[in-house]
Nanobody, 125 residues
Framework: QVQLVESGGGSAQSGGSLRLSCTAS????????MGWFRQAPGKEREGVAA???????TYADSVKGRFTVSRDNAKNTLYLQMDSLKPEDTAMYYC???????????????????WGQGTQVTVSS
């Protein structure tokens, strides 16, 4: 059974950095697209960054140049390095497993139905 576990969330000052991790069991990252999503209170869950099976990446405009998605295949772990954090980055962050070429299209990840439990990121000004 596929299980995704996020870690690394916490609090940071505006302009600071955090690194999120998502470790998978029961699946191989190299065969799928992995996405990071976030959901702020009262808002829809939105795609932040995705790393595809062929190492191609996709980023939301709001995080381009500030966030970097990467993975360690040996550890089956996906990362999201978040730099230059802003208060508007405050949200619950989720990793998700999707089919190849899923990008940031949430419906593909919902269809797969493999989401982590989420990790909270809070950025103060």
């Amino acid at each position: 059974q596929v299980q995704l576990v996020e870690s690394g969330g916490g609090s940071a000052q505006s302009g600071g950095s955090l690194r999120l991790s998502c470790t998978a069991s029961g699946y191989t990252y190299s065969s799928a697209c992995m996405g990071w999503f976030r959901q702020a209170p009262g808002k829809e869950r939105e795609g932040v960054a995705a790393l595809d099976y062929d190492d191609s990446t996709t980023y939301a405009d709001s995080v381009k140049g500030r966030f970097t998605v990467s993975r360690d295949n040996a550890k089956n772990t996906l990362y999201l390095q978040m730099d230059s954090l802003k208060p508007e980055d405050t949200a619950m962050y989720y990793c998700a497993l999707g089919p190849k070429r899923a990008g940031l299209l949430r419906e593909f990840y919902d269809h797969f139905g493999r989401w982590g439990q989420g990790t909270q990121v809070t950025v103060s000004s």
